[in-house]
Each structure stands twice: as structure tokens, then as C-alpha cells.
């Protein structure tokens, strides 16, 4: 089974549901396994993932991809191929970074490699990864590199901010409706508190990468009937946050605005590797010798599972195809680009 056609049977599968992830998983078991390269399935928690390496030595590269997929129409899992692009969920996220990394496995099993190759295949990106790529990097934190094969148009997105969503109670005074004045309305004062965090020294804070923090006011709630101020409000923030930055720096700053009344709803590490990492370089040169164009080095601003090996920090990058509307209605992968994804892998893996 070629690339294309392995890409296709990939995204006929409505991996959006942890069942036919699952499913997803067994299949690319059954295509390595008549390439005849061993591999092994870990269950957790329901999910299942699969390993398989190649190689040998005393370096270790792990290529990462995610075979779940967000929600779709039934007919995106209907490949279909026009004017150089593969469209259908998952085409660019990230079905056919996967295809690639196991085609790239195939090419080189025979090769004689001096350093060992990890292909990791995980059902739970899209819902955070804490059940595989998570837990394969607390399991056996000893890697030197680690790819994930998200969209990025072959460019290497070196880093990612961190994440912390919070819940502040902002409290008020209860008053009739029709006299405000003798009350303290609390959503008043919730936004009026949003706009002094926006002000605070963090929110002002860059880096070589990014030019500030980001601060989503994602929900607001408060008030129960027209006639009557309301003397609660609940405030909600996603903050993403440079990788230099502290994260219980950030809550400090938070707190001395508002108090106590504040509640970590969640949070994730960010990615730290450098753009001067010689790994980074060496994939940069890898991926030049093939597009005939300088590299694009940067930031993401939502994160990927490459958070979970940066934490024991371990360099860990997203690189993937070129494409277009993932998430979207007209995903697409261009077939070139990936194509020459194929080859920059082989190459890099080769000078590793």
C-alpha cells in the first residue's frame, strides 16, 4: 500500500469517536505488520497507541502522530483527490503526517541507522493527549528528539505557550433593578477587572517568539432576573502564556488584583525548545535541501502533545505537510508537500 492510497484508507475511518480510533490503531498494526516491522499496541484507559521502532545506537528519535480527528460531516471521511490535494478529515491534521511517518519507517527498516527511530501512534490528541503521548512520555522520559507531525507547511514550530484557564468569583451588592445606584453590580466590576488584568506586568511581557500572552475573556456569568443587580459574577479566562514565563508568577500577579476568589480550571506546560538546538538546525537544513527555500522557525499558539516530552526537557517540535482548513469543511493536504515531507524525514533520520 502506497502513501496515497494508505492516507485514504486512513481518513474513510471516523476516528472522532475513541472506538474507531481504536480501529485506526489496529489498521496501521495490520500495515506494519505486512511490511514486516514489529510493533507492539499499549491499551490505557481505554485508548490504545502503537509502537514500533528501527535502528539502533544511543540516540533516540521519536516521530509522533495522532490518528483521532475532530468532529465532521459524514461525507469528509470520503477521501477525495483533486488538483494536487488530498481533501477529508484528517488530511492535514494529522492523518497524513502518520501515513508519512510509517512509510518513512518502511524505506528505512533495512537501512543500517545509528540512531534508533520511534514511531508513536495515539488516539486522544484532539481531547488532550493525557491518556497516550502523556502517558508514553511519563512512562520513558529518554528521548533526544521528538517530532510531532502537525500542519505546519514544513516550517518547524519550535515552541508553544503555555495554558491556564481560570474561574474568578467577583462579588456585589444586591439592589432593585430600578435603583442600580444603591447596589454593586457585579459584572460591572468583572469587566472592569478584565481590563486591569489585561494591564498587568505579565499581559506586557515578549519574548525572541512571541510578542505578548494572550488573554481570551471565554465566559461570563452573572445576573439571574432584569430586575435586580447582580451581586455575583463569574469570570472565565484562557490565558496562554510565554514559555519563559512563570506560571505561579502569573496566578500571584492575578491574585493581588482579585483576592483569593480564583480557581484553576486547568492548565498545560509549555514548549521551550531553542531555535539554535542542533537537532532543530539539522532539520532545517533537511527540510531546505528539498523545498529550495529558507526554513520558517516559530511559535504556535495553541499547544500539541509536544508539551509532554518538553517538560522533561526533552527538544520537541511540531513539523508536518502543507495544508489548509483543518478543522474545517474543506481540510486538505497538498500531495507534493507531503511527498517531500517523506523525504526530508528519511534524510534527517540519516544524518541524525
Known amino acids: ?17 475513541k472506538e474507531e480510533a481504536n480501529r485506526a490503531i489496529d489498521f496501521c498494526a495490520g500495515h ?3 511490511e514486516n516491522l514489529k510493533h507492539k499496541i499499549i491499551e490505557n484507559n481505554g485508548y490504545k497507541m502503537l509502537i514500533c521502532e528501527i535502528g539502533k545506537g544511543n540516540k533516540t528519535l521519536i516521530l509522533n502522530g495522532h490518528l483521532d480527528v475532530v468532529t465532521a460531516k459524514s461525507e469528509q471521511f470520503i477521501p477525495k483527490v483533486a488538483d494536487g490535494k488530498l481533501y477529508g478529515r484528517g488530511t492535514a491534521d494529522m492523518k497524513t503526517a502518520a501515513a508519512a511517518m510509517m512509510c518513512t519507517m518502511v524505506e528505512l527498516k533495512d537501512k543500517d541507522l ?24 511519563d512512562l520513558d522520559p529518554k528521548s533526544d528528539f521528538v517530532i510531532c507531525g502537525e500542519p505546519t507547511h514544513l516550517g518547524i514550530g519550535i515552541q508553544c505557550k503555555g495554558v491556564l484557564q481560570i474561574d474568578i468569583i467577583i462579588n456585589g451588592k444586591s439592589a432593585h ?6 447596589g454593586e453590580n457585579a459584572i460591572i ?22 510578542e505578548s500572552p494572550s488573554i481570551n475573556l471565554s465566559k461570563i456569568e452573572g445576573g439571574f432576573v432584569y430586575n435586580k443587580v447582580p451581586d455575583c459574577c463569574k ?30 480550571n486547568g492548565h498545560g506546560d509549555p514548549v521551550k525548545t531553542k531555535i539554535d538546538n542542533s537537532y532543530v538546525q539539522k532539520l532545517a537544513s533537511s527540510i ?21 516530552y518538553s517538560k522533561y526537557g526533552i527538544p520537541a517540535v511540531e513539523f508536518g505537510p502543507c495544508g489548509g482548513h483543518w478543522h474545517g469543511d474543506d481540510e486538505y493536504v497538498d500531495l507534493n508537500s507531503a511527498d517531500n515531507y517523506i523525504k526530508i524525514l528519511k534524510h534527517f533520520i540519516e544524518n541524525f
Open 235 to 264: 469570570l472565565s479566562l484562557d490565558i496562554r502564556y510565554l514559555p519563559e514565563q512563570n506560571l505561579e508568577e502569573i496566578i500571584s500577579q492575578i491574585k493581588q488584583l482579585v483576592g483569593e476568589n480564583i480557581y484553576i
Open 1 to 17: 500500500m502506497d502513501f496515497l492510497e494508505l492516507s485514504k484508507e486512513l481518513i474513510k475511518i471516523d476516528s472522532s469517536k
Open 189 to 210: 466590576k468583572a469587566y472592569e477587572i478584565f481590563n486591569h488584568i489585561n494591564k498587568l506586568p505579565f499581559a506586557a511581557e515578549s519574548s525572541e517568539i512571541y
Open 32 to 34: 506494519l505488520s505486512s
Open 177 to 182: 433593578g430600578s435603583r442600580p445606584w444603591e
Open 288 to 308: 531546505e535541501r528539498f523545498t529550495c527555500s529558507e526554513t520558517k522557525i516559530f511559535g504556535q499558539h495553541g499547544s500539541a502533545d509536544s508539551k509532554y
Open 114 to 137: 545509528q540512531c534508533k527511530v520511534e514511531l508513536q501512534l495515539v488516539t486522544d490528541e484532539e481531547t488532550g493527549g493525557l491518556n497516550c503521548s502523556k502517558y508514553l512520555a
